[in-house]
C-alpha cells in the first residue's frame, strides 16, 4: 500500500544533542510538509517542500532545519533540542494544488530530557 | 489570513446518540474545509473534504458536515455515534493558493457506553 513512513516512532534525546526525525513516502508526491503538534494542540505547519524548493513558515525556529535529499525522503534536523521541542511531529504529503488531500503520517513522538 | 474556531474542546456523548462538533472558519478568500480523525499516537486520517459543489458531504463512516457560506461555519454530524469513533478530530482550511492547511485546535470526541 501507498504510505507515509515515519522513524522512528518514538525517540528520546538530550537536551541540546541533535536530532534527526526522517519521513518517507510510496505516494510519489511532489509536497512533503512538517508539523509540529504539542499536547492538546492544533498541528502547526513548520515548513514545507515543493519538489526541492524549500518553504519555512516565518515563525519556525531557527534551531529546525530540513532536508529533502530526493522525491521519497525528508528529515527534520533539530541542532539543539530545548525541552520546549518536545512533541509529536507529524510528516505529510501532498499532489500540488489547493484543496488537495495531504495524507499523513503516524508521527514521531519526540522526548527531551 | 485564513483561521478556524472549534469552540468546544471535548464532546462527551452516548453510544448510539447524535453528535454534531461546531467548525467555524475565517477567510478572505474562497476555501476548501477539511475534518481530519487522529487516534490516539497516529497521524491524521482525511475524515471529509468540501471543495465545490454540493454544500453537503460525506464519509464513508456516516459522518457528515455541510459548507455554510452564510454562517462560515462546516459543522461535523453523525447521527449515531459508536465507541469506535473516540477520537480528536481536527477542522482545517486551505485556500488563497497553495495547499497549505490552517487547523483548529480540535475537538475530543468521547463515546461512552
Known amino acids: 500500500d501507498a504510505m507515509v513512513i515515519q522513524n522512528p516512532r518514538y525517540q528520546v534525546t538530550q537536551f541540546g544533542k541533535p536530532v534527526t526525525l526522517s519521513c518517507s513516502q510510496t505516494?510519489?508526491?511532489?509536497?512533503m510538509y512538517w508539523y509540529q503538534q504539542k499536547s492538546s494542540q492544533a498541528p502547526k505547519l513548520l515548513f514545507h517542500?515543493?519538489?526541492?524548493?524549500?518553504?519555512n513558515e516565518a515563525d519556525t525556529p531557527d534551531n529546525f532545519q530540513s532536508r529533502r535529499p530526493n522525491t521519497s525522503f525528508c528529515f527534520l534536523d533539530i541542532r539543539s533540542p530545548g525541552l520546549g521541542d518536545a512533541a509529536m511531529y507529524l510528516c505529510?504529503?501532498?499532489?500540488?494544488?489547493?484543496?488537495?488531500?495531504?495524507?499523513f503520517g503516524p508521527g514521531t513522538r519526540l522526548t527531551v530530557t | 489570513a485564513q483561521s478556524v474556531t472549534q469552540l468546544d474542546s471535548q464532546v462527551p456523548v452516548f453510544e448510539e446518540a447524535p453528535v454534531e462538533l461546531r467548525c467555524n472558519y475565517s477567510?478572505?478568500?474562497?476555501?476548501?474545509l477539511f475534518w481530519y480523525v487522529q487516534y490516539p499516537n497516529q497521524g491524521l486520517q482525511l475524515l471529509l473534504k468540501?471543495?465545490?459543489?454540493?454544500?453537503l458531504v460525506e464519509s464513508i463512516n456516516g459522518f457528515e458536515a455541510e459548507f455554510n457560506k452564510s454562517q462560515t461555519s462546516f459543522h461535523l454530524r453523525k447521527p449515531s455515534v459508536h465507541i469506535s469513533d473516540t477520537a480528536e478530530y481536527f477542522c482545517?482550511?486551505?485556500?488563497?493558493?497553495?495547499?497549505?492547511?490552517?487547523f483548529g485546535t480540535g475537538t475530543q470526541l468521547k463515546v461512552e457506553l
Open positions: 477567510s478572505s478568500v474562497s476555501v476548501y
Open positions: 517542500y515543493y519538489d526541492k524548493d524549500f518553504n
Open positions: 505529510a504529503t501532498s499532489s500540488p494544488g489547493t484543496g488537495t488531500e495531504q495524507y
Open positions: 468540501y471543495l465545490s459543489g454540493s454544500t
Open positions: 482545517a482550511v486551505a485556500g488563497g493558493g497553495g495547499n497549505k492547511l490552517t
Open positions: 505516494l510519489n508526491h511532489n509536497v
